[in-house]
């Protein structure tokens, strides 16, 4: 797995709260919107209160989270989301 153009590396745990993402795509990797990838220890994310719609990717249409150790612990949080097409 690979970031796309517009990723953001961040070592800290996210939070994306009251936002919208609509027609994200990638056929190249994962998470139309968001693609979260834990590379070492742990890692943390929260959604609330966002929209999504119409987002797709080759893996993992509007979220994807890929842990890419056995060792590491990925957690995501979500809470009053809506998914639509």
């Known amino acids: 797995m690979s970031l796309s153009d517009g990723a953001k590396r961040r070592s800290r745990p996210v939070q994306v709260v009251n936002s919208s ?29 966002t929209v999504f719609t119409e987002n797709v990717a080759a893996f ?18 979500l809470e009053g989301n809506t998914f639509g097409e």
């Open 21 to 49: 993402f609509t027609n994200c795509s990638t056929m190249r990797a994962a998470g139309g919107a968001i693609a979260i990838l834990i590379s070492s220890g742990n890692g943390a994310v929260g959604i609330g209160s």
């Open 60 to 77: 993992g249409g509007a979220i994807s989270i890929y842990d890419g150790n056995e060792t590491n612990t990925a957690s995501l949080y």
